[in-house]
């Protein structure tokens, strides 16, 4: 009896260790997408200029994808050729820390108000069909 109490012991740490680790990934990769100024075009919600938020981005469906596309030169990236996203070499982020702005990223939601939850925009817009109407 007390050897089955050990094993659920061992079983339920090893069940939280990853959850743990995971939630702090996460901040790690909060930190690190700010340290090196991924929101500067990306957003601090992952909707700017060029969104990853929602996870809408190809290059996110693979972590191993998400890394090389961060060791390519920008210009060399065979998906979506260009050359204003810059390079990031392992010496400047390490594959642990790519993993954890990966994870990051994840997490990251683009959920923009309804029209019709704000108030002074629904009746600017109202006015504008009612006077069209009218013309
Ligand atoms: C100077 C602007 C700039 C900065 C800083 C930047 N990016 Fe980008 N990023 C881009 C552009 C532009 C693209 C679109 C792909 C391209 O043009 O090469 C892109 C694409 C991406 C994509 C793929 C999106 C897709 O369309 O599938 C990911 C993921 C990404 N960036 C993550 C990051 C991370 C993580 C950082 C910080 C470590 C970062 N970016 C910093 C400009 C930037």
Known sequence: MKKLSLYVFIF????????INSATNTENGASLYLDHGCYSCHGYNGSGRHPIANNMSGIMSSEALFITFLRLRADLNPLKPSNSMPNYSEAVINDEQAQDLYAYINTLTDNPPQIDDIPTLKNILDNAIRKNENE
């Open 12 to 19: 339920t740490v090893f069940l939280y260790v990853p959850i």
